[in-house]
């Protein structure tokens, strides 16, 4: 099974920036679109940014213009450049991937990693 892994997470004041990352294994044929979505406990998880393959990227409105989403097709690693951070940002961060490994399509959800923005 592909397996993803988040890291960077941690501890920020408000203003200050962080960058996530997220390492996929396995055997894969192909990713296709890769996001990060956060959650708050007791809350719906919700996207923050999505990339595909080509580089075709959507940001969720309220962190357009402070945080940058990128990948390294090579490495099928996935970044999150997060900058001007609120505490409202505060969160458990998860990376998601689909696309093919031998056997078929799948969809992929890391274990999480904890942001939280102290004010």
């Given at each position: 099974q592909v397996q993803l892994v988040e890291s960077g997470g941690g501890l920020v004041q408000a203003g200050g920036?962080?960058?996530?990352s997220c390492a996929s294994s396995g055997i894969i044929f192909s990713i296709n679109t890769m996001g990060?979505?956060?959650?708050v406990?007791?809350?719906?998880?919700?996207l923050v940014a999505v990339?595909?393959?080509g580089g075709d990227i959507n940001y969720a409105r309220s962190v357009k213009g402070r945080?940058?989403?990128s990948r390294?097709?090579?490495?099928?690693?996935?970044?999150?450049q997060m900058n001007s951070l609120k505490p409202e940002d505060t969160a458990v961060y998860?990376?998601?991937a689909d696309g093919?490994?031998?056997?078929?399509?799948f969809v992929s959800w890391g274990q999480g990693t904890q942001v939280t923005v102290s004010s």
């Open positions: 920036s962080l960058r996530l990060w979505y956060r959650q406990p007791g809350n719906e998880r919700e990339i595909t393959r945080f940058t989403i390294d097709n090579a490495k099928n690693t996935l970044y999150l998860y990376c998601n093919r490994r031998f056997g078929g399509p």
